[in-house]
C-alpha cells in the first residue's frame, strides 16, 4: 500500500461500512462471524473483525437493527442481527445520496486522469 492509502481507505471505510452492514442485512437476518466473513473477504471493506462488533452495537442501540438469539448446532447460541423499518429507510436514503455522489467522484477522477 502506498503512504497515505491506508488512511484514505479508512476514512472511505468510516463513512460507508454501516451502509454495507445494514445492506447485507437486507436479504435476512444474520449472525456477526457471517456478516464479518462477507465484509473482509477482500480487505477494503473490513480489515479485521475487530471494528464490526461495536459498530453493530451502534446500529443497534440507534434502531437500525435488533438481535435474537438462536440456538447452534455448531456451538453456543449465535446472536443474529435484522434490519429494522428505520434501518430500511435509512438504507434507502444512503443508496439515493451515494449513486450521484459516486458518479461524482467517478467523473471527477475520469476527468483529472483525462488531464495528465
Not at 500500500?1 to 468510516?14: D, F, H, K, Q, Y
Request: proline fraction near 4%; hydrophobic fraction near 40%; include cysteine.
Amino acid at each position: 500500500m502506498v503512504p497515505g492509502e491506508a488512511s484514505i481507505l479508512s476514512n472511505l471505510r468510516r463513512g460507508a461500512l454501516e451502509y454495507c452492514v445494514l445492506a447485507l442485512l437486507q436479504g435476512g437476518s444474520r449472525y456477526g462471524l457471517d456478516i464479518a466473513r462477507t465484509l473482509t473477504r477482500d480487505s477494503v471493506l473490513m480489515s479485521g473483525e475487530g471494528t464490526l462488533y461495536p459498530l453493530l452495537a451502534r446500529l443497534r442501540k440507534s434502531g437500525l437493527v435488533q438481535t435474537t438469539w438462536q440456538e447452534s448446532a455448531a456451538g453456543p447460541p449465535r446472536r443474529y442481527y435484522a434490519l429494522t423499518d428505520d434501518g430500511e429507510h435509512a438504507l434507502a436514503a444512503f443508496t439515493r445520496a451515494w449513486h450521484p455522489f459516486r458518479d461524482a467522484v467517478d467523473a471527477t477522477l475520469e476527468q483529472r486522469a483525462g488531464l495528465t
